[in-house]
C-alpha cells in the first residue's frame, strides 16, 4: 500500500475538502470513496481535471 492510499483512508474528509476548493467541476459523486477502490477514485478525479495521477497524488501528498 502506498503513501497516497495511506493518506486517502486517514484523512478522506480533509482531501476531499480541497479537492473541491482546488478543482471546482468535481461533485459529491465524483469524490465517493469506497474503501479498497482508491485507484477507481484516482481515475475518475484524473478524468474530470485533465490531471496525471501523479501530479494528483502530488497534491494529495502535500500538506
Not at 476531499?16 to 465517493?32: A, P, V, W
Request: hydrophobic share 25%; no cysteine.
Amino acid at each position: 500500500m502506498n503513501s497516497t492510499t495511506n493518506k486517502i483512508k486517514g484523512n478522506w474528509n480533509v482531501i476531499k475538502g480541497k479537492l473541491k476548493q482546488e478543482y471546482g467541476d468535481l461533485t459529491d459523486d465524483d469524490l465517493t470513496y469506497v474503501e479498497g477502490k482508491e485507484d477507481e477514485l484516482l481515475g475518475r478525479i484524473q478524468k474530470k481535471t485533465g490531471k496525471t495521477q501523479e501530479e494528483l497524488e502530488r497534491f494529495i501528498d502535500k500538506d
